[in-house]
C-alpha cells in the first residue's frame, strides 16, 4: 500500500512538473477573422429580442507545424462605451523552442458565436480585425438589407387567436390575417418594408370566403 501510494504522489508531482514546464507558453492573440457570415437565429419568448449566429474562419497557423497545441474561438467583450465586440482569438500552449520549416500552408478553424439583445442589436455590436488586424464594423454590415429592414418593421403586436380570415386592402394590394386584428398588423407591415404611409380611411377590410 505504501509503495502504490508513494507511486501516486510521484506521478502527481510529474503532471504537475510539466504542467509547469519552463519550455512551454501559453499563447493567446487577437486574430484576423475571415469569411464573417450571420445568421438570424431565435432571439427567445421575447418579441422584442434578436439573436445572431456570428461564423467566420481563423488562421491557427502558417502551416501544421506552427498550429499544433492551438486553437481558434470567438469571445464576446464589452467596450469601454457600453457596446459588445466580438474577437478572434488563436490560443493554446506551445513549446517556447518550437523549430518549424517556413513553409506556408495555413491552417483554419471554422469559428462561431451566438449574440443576443434588444431588436437594435446589430447596430450595438460590432466585429473586430475583419480580414486585417484593427478593422472594426457593426454586426448589420453582415446582415443582408432586407434583414436589417425587416427587423425594423416586425413591431411586436398583440391580437386575439380568433380564426375569422379576413383580407385587408391597401394601394390596390390585398394583405390577410387569422382575423381582422392580424390583417391589420399585415398591413402595416407590408407598407413598412415598401416605404409608404397611409391613413386609417385608405384601408378597406372584409371577412374571406371559404374559397379565398
Same mark, same amino acid.
Given at each position: 500500500?505504501?509503495?502504490?501510494?508513494?507511486?501516486?504522489?510521484?506521478?502527481?508531482?510529474?503532471?504537475?512538473?510539466?504542467?509547469?514546464?519552463?519550455?512551454?507558453?501559453?499563447?493567446?492573440?487577437?486574430?484576423?477573422?475571415?469569411?464573417?457570415?450571420?445568421?438570424?437565429?431565435?432571439?427567445?419568448?421575447?418579441?422584442?429580442?434578436?439573436?445572431?449566429?456570428?461564423?467566420?474562419?481563423?488562421?491557427?497557423?502558417?502551416?501544421?507545424?506552427?498550429?499544433?497545441?492551438?486553437?481558434?474561438?470567438?469571445?464576446?467583450?464589452?467596450?469601454?462605451?457600453?457596446?459588445?465586440?466580438?474577437v478572434a482569438y488563436v490560443e493554446g500552449?506551445?513549446? =517556447?523552442?518550437?523549430? !518549424?520549416?517556413?513553409? *506556408?500552408?495555413?491552417?483554419?478553424? &471554422? %469559428? /462561431?458565436?451566438?449574440?443576443?439583445?434588444?431588436?437594435?442589436?446589430?447596430?450595438?455590436?460590432?466585429?473586430?480585425?475583419?480580414?486585417?488586424?484593427?478593422?472594426?464594423?457593426?454586426?448589420?454590415?453582415?446582415?443582408?438589407?432586407?434583414?436589417?429592414?425587416?427587423?425594423?418593421?416586425?413591431?411586436?403586436?398583440?391580437?386575439?387567436?380568433?380564426?375569422?380570415?379576413?383580407?385587408?386592402?391597401?394601394?390596390?394590394?390585398?394583405?390577410?390575417?387569422?382575423?381582422?386584428?392580424?390583417?391589420?398588423?399585415?398591413? =402595416?407591415?407590408?407598407? !413598412?418594408?415598401?416605404? *409608404?404611409?397611409?391613413?386609417?380611411? &385608405? %384601408? /378597406?377590410?372584409?371577412?374571406?370566403?371559404?374559397?379565398?
Amino acid at each position: 500500500m505504501l509503495r502504490l501510494i508513494n507511486i501516486i504522489a510521484g506521478l502527481s508531482v510529474s503532471l504537475s512538473a510539466f504542467a509547469a514546464t519552463p519550455g512551454y507558453r501559453h499563447i493567446k492573440e487577437e486574430a484576423v477573422l475571415q469569411d464573417v457570415a450571420v445568421e438570424p437565429t431565435n432571439g427567445g419568448f421575447n418579441p422584442d429580442f434578436r439573436a445572431y449566429i456570428v461564423r467566420g474562419q481563423v488562421m491557427v497557423g502558417s502551416n501544421s507545424c506552427f498550429a499544433q497545441g492551438l486553437q481558434a474561438k470567438l469571445e464576446v467583450q464589452k467596450a469601454a462605451d457600453g457596446t459588445d465586440e466580438i474577437v478572434a482569438y488563436v490560443e493554446g500552449r506551445q513549446r =517556447k523552442n518550437l523549430v !518549424c520549416i517556413e513553409i *506556408f500552408q495555413p491552417v483554419y478553424a &471554422e %469559428v /462561431s458565436v451566438t449574440v443576443r439583445g434588444e431588436k437594435n442589436l446589430a447596430e450595438n455590436v460590432f466585429i473586430r480585425n475583419v480580414d486585417e488586424m484593427g478593422t472594426l464594423r457593426p454586426l448589420s454590415d453582415f446582415i443582408p438589407y432586407n434583414e436589417n429592414e425587416e427587423n425594423s418593421c416586425n413591431q411586436p403586436a398583440f391580437c386575439t387567436r380568433e380564426y375569422r380570415p379576413t383580407i385587408c386592402t391597401v394601394n390596390g394590394q390585398e394583405i390577410k390575417g387569422n382575423n381582422r386584428c392580424e390583417a391589420l398588423v399585415n398591413v =402595416k407591415r407590408y407598407a !413598412c418594408l415598401n416605404g *409608404f404611409t397611409f391613413q386609417d380611411d &385608405e %384601408v /378597406s377590410c372584409r371577412y374571406a370566403s371559404i374559397a379565398e
